[in-house]
């Protein structure tokens, strides 16, 4: 199995950044993708971008293309989400999960682990 922790949440200004991180540990050969996801009270868990374990491959939805970065380092088992031009929309609990399976990288029913989530907190 697969364990994640996210860190790196916080409070901060509209317009400004954050960057999340999620430490992967256990059977970390098994992993083919890793994403995020977020959930804002009375919402549904949204996807917020994904990346393909070992080889090329990153995927956001619209919602926070070209002010997310996903990226990942092997060797420390950790992935990063680099959040610039933070909106109050953006707020929520963001949650990092790994997937073992190829599958649909948007959709949460295909990932197999998941952190315990990190709060992001965006003022006006």
């Known amino acids: 199995q697969v364990q994640l922790v996210e860190s790196g949440g916080g409070l901060v200004q509209a317009g400004g950044s954050l960057r999340l991180s999620c430490a992967a540990s256990?059977?970390?050969?098994?992993?083919?993708?890793m994403g995020w996801f977020r959930q804002a009270p009375g919402k549904s868990r949204e996807f917020v971008a994904a990346i393909v374990w070992s080889g090329s491959g990153t995927y956001y939805p619209d919602s926070v293309k070209g002010r997310f970065t996903i990226s990942r380092d092997n060797a420390k088992n950790t992935v990063y989400l680099q959040m610039n031009s933070l909106k109050p929309e953006d707020t929520a609990a963001y949650y990092c999960?790994?997937?073992?399976?190829?599958?649909?990288?948007?959709?949460?029913?295909?990932?197999?682990?998941w952190g315990q989530g990190t709060q992001v907190t965006v003022s006006s």
């Open positions: 999960a790994a997937a073992t399976r190829f599958g649909n990288y948007a959709s949460e029913l295909w990932y197999d682990a």
């Open positions: 256990g059977r970390t050969v098994t992993i083919n993708r």
